[in-house]
């Protein structure tokens, strides 16, 4: 009998029992329907059907004996590899091996299956015909009633197709990633949920630099400028070219610029849940960025820009002081104009003044007349339009402006700059001039205290709608008595008053509030004077002095 009849009545026998256990004859010792039993129960499926599943699966199966000589292989064992079953029932499975799989491979799935174990691995085996595939392979030991392997039940599928596109796909990343590194720009895929999918040496050049996760600066920074916003679908057409974001860094004077442009792209969606979803159920996108570093050229244009500042902080400043000076002359006049009035009013009153009302008249008239000049003499404050301020900016530009004062005073400054700040409605040369107060003030209480170390720290951030400026010094301080008084008119709390006419925190609070902002002394700052500006950057300011 062949092996091929043998198998075919080996199916009629199990047939044949099914058919007896589904109705066992009258009087059959129970005993000889157990032993049956112990082949197929009959609340279970029949035996057959198993042998016709596993005959008919689209895997290539066998089954072999504990030395892997095979009892038995199925119709897909046979299209795969060309072999049929009377070709190799009787044969170890060795027949399928093909001299390139390493023999530590060998070794590794036999400690596995005599362990009682199933091994998972791919070998590259060959074909009857003599080409090979590789063959992704389950081998399951399968145990008699003793525990000990009866039989090794082997599964295996072709997977070259699947590993030459692995191959592929990885030297394609390869590929990607070379020309990505070459690239002296910065490029990342940024996913929708703000992980980096990709990304290149000129992108992880940056992450030192700049003490966070660059790609999560970059769609800060291009949310708030643009309003960009890549966790809310999009299509594929959203994108943007050529904006200037600027990225602060902890602890650096200078900021970096750089020139993005960037392309939505549907994100990968690998989820098993996603698999029949509809092209219009809303996709996510992630981000192609690209990132040209422009810090020279801008440092060259801001140089320029900061040329022209300093001219016009300089007018300012002039016209700041005529007016100083003016108010004081104004504010002292007052004075005698308020003595010569009681004076006149107890002569009305029947004093006798010896006669010297008319006098008293005359000094009241020229001093009315003195004041109404003076009046007219006063500069008016010069109308400014509201623009969109950056206080990072404005910081940075009064730093260098005031560099030499500072340097002169040999103060080190401490410049901690949200990396990314929201933009406010607001009058640049006007805010400009309050960080110049509290910056020259932070610097004039360094002078007074006469410390050997002399620091002044200046940090930004966004804090509830309100974009914060605090300049601390370490300096003496400010009592708690004088928190208030010092934003007075003419106060002057210094012990070398000589530039100071006591009006610039009083200017710097009316910036600050025609801002809708505020500015206020830190009572529990210890060691020093911590001053914080508020500027909301929601509301817009109006355009007033
Ligand atoms: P061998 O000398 O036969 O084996 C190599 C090494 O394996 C030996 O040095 C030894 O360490 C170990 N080894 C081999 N036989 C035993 C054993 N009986 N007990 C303990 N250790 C042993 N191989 C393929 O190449 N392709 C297949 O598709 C494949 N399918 C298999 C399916 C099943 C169910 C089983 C049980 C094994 C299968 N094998 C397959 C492994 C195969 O039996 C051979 O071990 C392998 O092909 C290497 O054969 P060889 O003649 O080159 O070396």
Known sequence: MSKRQSTAVYGEVIDAISRFLAAPPEGTPREIIRAFDLLGDKDFLPPKLFLETVEQAPVAISITDPAARILYSNAAFEKLTGYTRDDVVGLNESVLSSNSTPMEVYQGLWQTIKEKKVWRGTLVNHRKNGGEYLAELIISPVLNPDGRVAYFLGMHRDVTELHALEQRLAFQKKLTEAALDAAPMVVAMIGSDGRVLLDNHAYKALLGDLGGEPATLFVDALQQQIGFDLSNGGDESDGFTNIDVRLDRRGAQTPRWFSCSGVRIVDLDDAAGSYFRRDDDGERSCLLLIANEVTESRNRVNEARLNMIRANMAEQQMVQTMREAISASLFKLQAPINIIKAAMAMCAHGNDCCGMGPVLQQALDSGEEAVESLHHALPGPRAEQAASVNMNELVHEVLRLSTDSLLAAGVVVDWRAAPVLPALRGRPNGLRALLKYLIDNATQALNESGRDYREMRI???????????????????????????????????????????????????????????????????????????????????????
């Open 459 to 545: 940090e930004t951030r966004e804090e509830n709608g309100d974009v914060v400026v605090a300049v601390m010094d370490n300096g003496p301080g400010i009592s708690d008595a004088h928190t208030l008084r010092v934003f007075e008119p003419f106060y002057c709390g210094w012990e070398h008053s000589r530039d100071h006419s006591g009006m610039g925190l009083t200017m710097a609070q009316e910036v600050a509030i025609s801002h809708g902002g505020s500015i206020e002394i830190d009572r529990h700052f210890i060691g020093g004077c911590r001053v914080f500006v508020r500027l909301p950057y929601v509301s817009s300011a109006g355009d007033g002095p």
